[in-house]
């Protein structure tokens, strides 16, 4: 079946990198992009960004256009989320999902890995 | 960049009855590039609509979305207790694809 499975939860000191895995089956990989979403505690839903994986084309908003690194790797269908300089304030879970268009996004997110939680403390 | 706004915050419904909730846009949504997602505690989101009004995969037809240019109504007719859940609209038209603040739906 259509999946992505992120890996596992990780918790950082402020000023750190985290990056965090996306690995898709069941589907043809490169016919899709991958959007990032993020949820702090109890909050709503934040859009970070979007990656090609059939060019490696991103779109970051522009909140995360400095620390953020957007990136897929077809050879393992594996895509990958990269935010750097980390402050408490980027606790949340880290959703990866799957969007129609390979050159644009063009639809909704149509399969979501289970989130990977992210915690930023000293 | 476009500013989605969801109304209401909370709604409160019995089972049976008619859900109406509604996104309005800052500026006209692209093609109508306007998704809904459905949110239940400890679970990703899952699509419910793209386009404004096509229904996703195994979507029942209970749930149905409508509007244009700036305003966006999902209607879930026949509620049922699994649809207490906060629901979210996202524009996809232009980057960034913001989402909105949610509206929960309680179902009594």
């Known amino acids: 079946q259509v999946q992505l499975v992120q890996s596992g939860g990780e918790v950082k000191k402020p000023g750190a990198s985290v990056k965090v895995s996306c690995k898709a089956s069941g589907y043809t990989f490169n016919h899709h992009g991958i959007t990032w979403v993020r949820q702090a505690p109890g909050q709503g839903l934040e859009w970070m960004g979007w990656?090609?994986?059939?060019?490696?084309?991103?779109r970051y908003a522009q909140k995360f256009q400095d620390r953020v690194t957007m990136t897929t790797e077809t050879s393992t269908s594996t895509a990958y989320m990269e935010l750097r300089s980390l402050r408490s304030d980027d606790t949340a879970i880290y959703y990866c999902?799957?969007?129609?268009?390979?050159?644009?996004?063009?639809?909704?997110?149509?399969?979501w890995g289970q989130g990977t939680t992210v915690t930023v403390s000293s | 960049e476009i500013v989605l706004t969801q109304s209401p915050g909370t709604l409160s419904l019995s089972p049976g009855e008619r859900a109406t909730l509604s996104c309005r846009a800052s500026?006209?949504?692209?093609?109508?590039?306007l998704a809904w997602y459905q949110q239940k505690p400890g679970q990703p989101p899952r699509l419910l609509l793209s386009?404004?009004?096509s229904r996703a995969t195994g979507i029942p037809d209970r749930f149905s979305g409508s509007g244009s240019g700036t305003d966006f109504t999902l209607t879930i007719t026949r509620l049922e207790p699994g649809d207490s859940a906060v629901y979210y609209c996202q524009q996809y038209g232009n980057s960034p694809h913001i989402f909105g603040q949610g509206t929960r739906l309680e179902i009594k």
């Open positions: 990656v090609s994986a059939y060019n490696g084309d991103t």
């Open positions: 999902a799957r969007v129609f268009g390979w050159l644009i996004p063009s639809g909704g997110m149509d399969v």
């Open positions: 386009g404004a009004s």
């Open positions: 500026q006209t949504v692209s093609s109508n590039y």
